[in-house]
């Protein structure tokens, strides 16, 4: 045997379990975590890929949303990372978890999102939505951010999904934008934050636009405007914050699909296949869009997610450094 050929048997023969370990997958249910408790943003799109993925993958599969909240995400995440990497156990994680956590926090979290996850797909972006109690007396973006700039320092009070999580730091920045301060009041989940707004136990919010999208449409509070540079699809009625007058203000909010490290290739390559496919389909599409999430529409292999997640980590870490916020372990 030729020293080329026997290396080709070999690399097949190492190759050959690897393979059918992803040709046998999975043997059980999926389980999908999510860093929130139900009702919030995360928690939506798990439930939205979790009724598609079964299909796809085929061999009567199954996934299960699994709700691990906590710490904006740090309880699903340190969860994850000691989980066996043999593709039944994943996770939806977002901004504040995977960037402005590990980046806000004194000493860093005890995971480090580069190296201890496997970036399987991205599944899409959202902006954030100024969202203010039904009797606030402004009514335009104008008037809301004049109110707000204007009011007494320490006097506003807004929720949040949690310290250090995208709308802690989105209401800091805006803090930061107007030159105020405002008082910060955390729950535990998207779900909780807006049940505040409406109770009016605080007057004002930033969050994601799929946990504002269901209380705005039904009229428990009210949308002002949306971060980014442009309206949303589908809250076309919704102008920016920019046109309110806030410029240099865009805090994208995504969400990933991620397994713990050390997923064999084959493994991964299979999940992304079916995470591409089920982001692809109209249906899915529509529902997130309709839940107030973009599905991801460019480059989406393995290594597009990691690329994108290098980037979003270098990104909020100067945003974070621009705000000062910063959080105790």
Same mark, same amino acid.
């Given at each position: ?18 393979? %059918?370990?992803? @040709? ?14 139900? +009702?919030?943003? /995360? ?10 993925? $079964? ?6 599969? @199954?996934?299960?949303? =699994?709700?691990?909240? +906590? ?15 043999? +593709? ?11 960037? &402005? ?8 979290? @005890? ?28 009514? %335009?973006?104008? =008037? ?6 204007? +009011? ?29 301060? !405002? ?14 707004? !409406?109770?009016?136990?605080?007057? !004002? ?5 799929? %946990? ?11 949308? *002002?405007? *949306? ?6 699809? %589908? ?10 007058? &806030? /410029? ?16 064999? $290739?084959?493994? *991964? =390559? ?35 997610? #990691? ?7 270098? #990104? ?6 621009? /705000?000062? &916020?910063?959080?105790?372990?």
């Amino acid at each position: 045997m030729t020293s080329l050929h026997r290396r080709t048997v070999l690399g097949l023969a190492g190759a050959l379990p690897a393979l %059918s370990v992803a @040709r046998a997958f999975p043997d059980r249910a999926i389980t999908l975590a999510t860093g929130y408790a139900p +009702g919030g943003s /995360t928690d939506i799109a798990s439930r939205i890929l979790a009724d598609r993925l $079964p299909s796809i993958l085929g061999s009567g599969a @199954r996934v299960v949303v =699994e709700n691990r909240p +906590g710490a904006g995400g740090i309880v699903a995440a340190e969860w994850l990372k000691r989980q066996e990497p043999d +593709g039944h156990t994943l996770a939806l994680v977002e901004t504040a978890s995977h960037a &402005v956590i590990p980046a806000a926090m004194t000493g860093g979290t @005890r995971y480090n999102p580069l190296t201890d996850f496997t970036v399987l797909a991205i599944v899409g972006t959202s902006p954030l939505v100024l969202t203010v109690t039904n009797d606030l007396p402004a009514r %335009s973006v104008q =008037e809301v951010v004049a109110l707000l700039r204007q +009011g007494p320092a320490d006097r506003l009070s807004y929720a949040t999904s949690g310290v250090g999580t995208m709308p802690h730091l989105a209401s800091e920045m805006l803090a930061l934008t107007l030159n105020t301060r !405002f008082v910060h009041v955390p729950y535990r989940s998207g779900g909780q934050m807006m049940q505040a707004i !409406f109770q009016k136990d605080c007057q !004002f919010g930033m969050p994601t636009l799929p %946990s504002a999208a269901g209380p705005v449409r039904d009229g428990l509070v009210r949308g *002002v405007a *949306v971060t980014g540079s442009r309206r949303f699809p %589908s809250f076309p009625d919704l102008p920016t914050l920019e046109e309110g007058g &806030v /410029t240099g203000y865009d805090l994208p909010y995504w969400n990933l699909i991620v397994g713990p490290a050390g997923m064999a $290739p084959a493994l *991964v =390559e299979r999940l992304n296949g079916a995470l591409q496919a089920a982001l692809a389909d109209p249906a899915v599409k529509a529902r997130l869009l309709t839940a107030g999430l973009e599905a991801w529409s460019g480059p989406n292999g393995p290594a597009d997610g #990691r690329a994108f997640l290098e980037a979003e980590v270098i #990104r909020y870490r100067r945003i974070v450094e621009r /705000t000062g &916020v910063r959080l105790e372990a």
